[in-house]
């Protein structure tokens, strides 16, 4: 079954260029301009997948034992971990580690859902973490085009989009960029995880096919409020009025269909897993009016959860 990254459906030049530019990406050969001290690469390493995660969180003082990389692979897999903020430098979890670590052995099925999240909003709070610019970049592509078939044509658009905004909003010459088909796939790791799915095959059976979603877990509704407070810096207990900015990040961060974010957050309010009010919600007849926030939760916490 043909996947994303093949090239079958592309003309025989354009195959080429595509896997002269993957070649060229490898340490050795990229002469591109390194980030200076303090910021990040926008490459999203594709070697991290959940799987990596969940061993990574389970036996921090082991690695790199149980993972299939090679001593270069783990040099750089290593340190896209501290990137991301898993691992302190003295290879001890922290306090997001310690959290995806918890919500591995509580509800595991939502750790793909935690990382998205994590990823697609690190850069709100240091701009400077410019992977996760580029991790939201392609998440916002894909929600604007609402249904899309991500074929070898779709990932060398993003790569070039990626690498256009990036110019833009960074004043980086774009050939100093490092970005690339690999880095699409690093993104596409954690897309690929999500439940309920925002992936599945088209009507050939040989591409995938991007599509919003219509409902979200509570808690990554809980999750994505509290970034939202947290950017906003709004006061723990305060009534918010439902508007369209935060509807919209609402949607984009869970990649919701229209409509969708106050459903699901009429739904996280009533959610009988929590031990108390954590949000709250007022409404006018059938209309979502306002919004409060009594408990904030990072990324992958589970505290004042029942689960």
């Known amino acids: 079954m043909t996947d994303w990254h093949e090239y079958d459906d592309l003309p025989p030049l354009l195959r080429k260029l595509l896997k002269i530019m993957e070649r060229a990406e490898k340490p050795e050969l990229q002469k591109r301009k390194q980030p200076g001290k303090g910021t990040f690469p926008f490459h999203i390493q594709h070697n991290i997948t959940p799987a990596?995660?969940?061993?990574?969180v389970s036996e921090p003082h082991d690695l790199p034992h149980n993972l299939p990389f090679s001593a270069s692979t783990w040099h750089r897999v290593k340190a896209f971990v501290h990137q991301i903020g898993v691992l302190s430098p003295s290879g001890n979890l922290t306090c997001i580690g310690m959290r995806l670590?918890?919500?591995l052995q509580r509800e595991p099925t939502l750790l793909g859902e935690a990382v998205h999240g994590h990823l697609y909003t690190l850069h709100r709070f240091n701009p400077e973490v410019r992977f996760s610019f580029a991790y939201s970049v392609i998440c916002d592509w894909l929600w604007e085009?609402?249904?899309v078939v991500v074929n070898s044509r779709v990932v060398a658009e993003l790569v070039g989009v990626v690498v256009e905004r990036g110019s833009t909003v960074y004043g980086i010459p774009p050939e100093e960029i490092a970005f690339s088909l690999n880095s699409v796939r690093g993104a596409f790791n954690w897309l690929k995880s999500?439940?309920?799915?925002?992936f599945e095959r088209d009507q050939s059976g040989k591409f995938r096919l991007f599509r919003r979603r219509k409902r979200c877990h509570p808690l990554i509704v809980l999750w994505a409020l509290s970034a939202w407070w947290q950017l906003n810096e709004i006061e723990i207990g305060e009534w918010v009025t439902w508007g369209s900015e935060l509807e919209d990040f609402l949607n984009h961060c869970l990649l919701l269909e229209d409509g969708c974010a106050k459903i699901a957050v009429e739904v996280a309010s009533g959610w009988q897993a929590w031990r108390s009010k954590i949000v709250e919600?007022?409404?006018?007849?059938?209309?979502?009016?306002?919004?409060r926030l009594?408990?904030?939760?990072?990324w992958g916490e589970l505290e004042g959860t029942r689960l």
């Open 52 to 56: 990596v995660i969940r061993t990574v």
């Open 101 to 103: 670590k918890s919500l």
């Open 145 to 147: 085009r609402r249904v």
């Open 194 to 198: 999500l439940d309920p799915p925002v």
């Open 281 to 291: 919600i007022q409404t006018e007849g059938q209309f979502l009016v306002a919004v």
């Open 294 to 298: 009594n408990q904030p939760l990072g």
